[in-house]
């Protein structure tokens, strides 16, 4: 009868409730290169951040290698299927080989073959969160400019590459550079990074989910450093996360719900004077064609992101593609949508600046090779492949009125 009873209460128990855990780690005194200043701090301030959050906090500083594999055990222990787990990076990093590695404080810089052994494979912390939990978010403030660089470059033929590499990782994920990939970002005048900064700022608005953190985010870089460096993230999440929500209110795993009246995303922000509707698309970056086009106020359920662009759900059903850009979170069914506001001073270079990138955006997919800085900095260079007559020559009719139509609303607010 004790059995019995014993086995009822196992199967019968309730599961344990889904919690955010946290590996934070801040590399700054190199023994062989030049220290980040602001690296461990940096870290020490985001660690502070998520516990604020009641975040479960493993945390650890100018790490060696054996040292940072320690605590990516130790994480992978105490993370559930269930929960949240968040890797945050602060320090160098370094592209070998087209795979990215992080580099702890005792790395060797006598050639490419010493540091790859000398450090820890980006990819191998990944597939570690990806058999452990459901949801992951990587954020790595770890494109910082690398004097090694330069040393492999000169003693091996696999020499370190500028920046990290463009990374692909499994669905439930979310992963947050820096800086856009095969570029690098700068380390800070004042106590942090401007990513860090940034991010520590806007982590904890418990209304916005990390998409919409990350578009603060980006904007803040974007300004502070005169658009000379722009985060980057690529996103495989099958629903919202909120960062900064309790555990127990948090977007935990991967099996989509039915969105509450209260989280509706709706189309706004359209210029009233120019086409005035969002194009919904069958693929993102501009490559599919336009299904149909969302009025302002348009209700929709976002299930998915690549870069600039939403996999969106129509309240009738219908799933598509659409540029971020002119979504907004959230608002109750039904609900009239605002009046637009007259765009301050303040905003306009932000408003300028989400048109650039919209319009450039479809230049990219058709791998156009931009030549000013600025482009360089926010679409890189490899991969590209056309000029500007051999990419729009590839365009269909509907991108060339899409880039036409986003000239015209960077003419109309004054942004050239």
């Given at each position: 009868?004790?059995?019995?009873?014993?086995?009822?209460?196992?199967?019968?128990?309730?599961?344990?409730?889904?919690?955010?855990?946290?590996?934070?780690?801040?590399?700054?005194?190199?023994?062989?290169?030049?220290?980040?200043?602001?690296?461990a701090?940096?870290?020490?301030?985001?660690?502070?951040?998520?516990?604020?959050?009641?975040?479960?906090?493993?945390?650890?500083?100018?790490?060696?290698?054996?040292?940072?594999?320690?605590?990516?055990?130790?994480?992978?222990?105490?993370?559930?299927?269930?929960?949240?787990?968040l890797?945050?990076?602060?320090?160098?990093?370094?592209?070998?080989?087209?795979?990215?590695?992080?580099?702890?404080?005792d790395?060797?810089?006598?050639?490419?073959?010493?540091?790859?052994?000398?450090?820890?494979?980006?990819?191998a912390?990944?597939?570690?969160?990806?058999?452990?939990?459901?949801?992951?978010?990587?954020?790595?403030?770890?494109?910082?400019?690398?004097?090694?660089?330069?040393?492999?470059?000169?003693?091996?033929?696999?020499?370190?590459?500028?920046?990290?590499?463009?990374?692909?990782?499994?669905?439930?994920?979310?992963?947050?550079?820096?800086?856009?990939?095969?570029?690098?970002?700068?380390?800070?005048?004042?106590?942090?990074?401007?990513?860090?900064?940034?991010?520590?700022?806007?982590?904890?608005?418990?209304?916005?989910?990390?998409?919409?953190?990350?578009?603060?985010?980006?904007?803040?870089?974007?300004?502070?450093?005169?658009?000379?460096?722009?985060?980057?993230?690529?996103?495989?999440?099958?629903?919202?996360?909120?960062?900064?929500?309790?555990?127990?209110?948090?977007?935990?795993?991967?099996?989509?719900?039915?969105?509450?009246?209260?989280?509706?995303?709706?189309?706004?922000?359209?210029?009233?004077?120019?086409?005035?509707?969002?194009?919904?698309?069958?693929?993102?970056?501009g490559?599919?064609?336009?299904?149909?086009?969302?009025?302002?106020?348009?209700?929709?359920?976002?299930?998915?992101?690549?870069?600039?662009?939403?996999?969106?759900?129509?309240?009738?059903?219908?799933?598509?593609?659409a540029?971020?850009?002119?979504?907004?979170?959230?608002?109750?069914?039904?609900?009239?949508?605002?009046?637009?506001?007259?765009?301050?001073?303040?905003?306009?270079?932000?408003?300028?600046?989400?048109?650039?990138?919209?319009r450039?955006?479809?230049?990219?997919?058709?791998?156009?090779?931009?030549?000013?800085?600025?482009?360089?900095?926010?679409?890189?260079?490899?991969?590209?492949?056309?000029?500007?007559?051999?990419?729009?020559?590839?365009?269909?009719?509907?991108?060339i009125?899409?880039?036409?139509?986003?000239?015209?609303?960077?003419?109309?607010?004054?942004?050239?």
């Amino acid at each position: 009868m004790l059995r019995i009873l014993v086995l009822i209460l196992v199967l019968f128990a309730p599961a344990a409730m889904a919690k955010n855990v946290a590996l934070v780690i801040g590399n700054g005194a190199y023994a062989e290169s030049g220290s980040l200043r602001n690296a461990a701090k940096d870290a020490r301030d985001m660690a502070d951040r998520l516990r604020g959050l009641a975040y479960d906090v493993i945390d650890g500083y100018d790490l060696t290698r054996i040292e940072m594999l320690e605590q990516v055990e130790t994480f992978a222990r105490r993370v559930a299927r269930d929960d949240v787990a968040l890797f945050y990076y602060s320090g160098h990093g370094a592209q070998l080989g087209g795979e990215n590695y992080l580099i702890p404080v005792d790395a060797r810089f006598a050639g490419a073959d010493a540091l790859q052994s000398s450090s820890v494979k980006l990819k191998a912390v990944l597939r570690t969160m990806e058999l452990r939990a459901r949801t992951r978010v990587v954020i790595l403030d770890a494109c910082r400019n690398n004097p090694f660089v330069d040393t492999t470059a000169s003693r091996s033929a696999g020499a370190a590459s500028r920046g990290l590499a463009r990374l692909e990782a499994g669905v439930g994920s979310f992963i947050a550079f820096s800086t856009a990939p095969n570029d690098v970002a700068t380390d800070g005048a004042g106590g942090n990074s401007p990513f860090t900064a940034a991010l520590i700022r806007h982590i904890g608005t418990r209304d916005d989910d990390i998409h919409e953190v990350m578009r603060h985010v980006r904007a803040d870089v974007v300004r502070e450093t005169s658009g000379r460096q722009t985060p980057w993230e690529n996103s495989s999440l099958l629903r919202e996360v909120y960062l900064a929500a309790p555990p127990d209110q948090s977007a935990t795993g991967d099996t989509p719900q039915a969105p509450a009246p209260a989280s509706l995303h709706y189309v706004d922000g359209l210029d009233p004077q120019g086409d005035n509707f969002l194009a919904l698309r069958s693929a993102p970056a501009g490559r599919g064609g336009r299904i149909d086009k969302m009025a302002p106020g348009t209700e929709l359920e976002v299930l998915d992101r690549d870069g600039a662009w939403a996999r969106v759900r129509l309240r009738d059903g219908r799933e598509g593609w659409a540029h971020s850009n002119w979504i907004r979170c959230c608002r109750a069914a039904g609900a009239k949508a605002e009046t637009p506001r007259a765009a301050s001073a303040d905003a306009a270079p932000q408003g300028c600046d989400a048109l650039w990138h919209a319009r450039n955006a479809i230049w990219d997919s058709y791998g156009y090779c931009f030549t000013s800085a600025r482009g360089r900095a926010a679409f890189g260079a490899n991969g590209c492949s056309r000029d500007m007559e051999g990419a729009r020559a590839a365009m269909t009719p509907a991108d060339i009125g899409e880039i036409e139509r986003i000239a015209a609303a960077e003419r109309a607010a004054g942004c050239r």
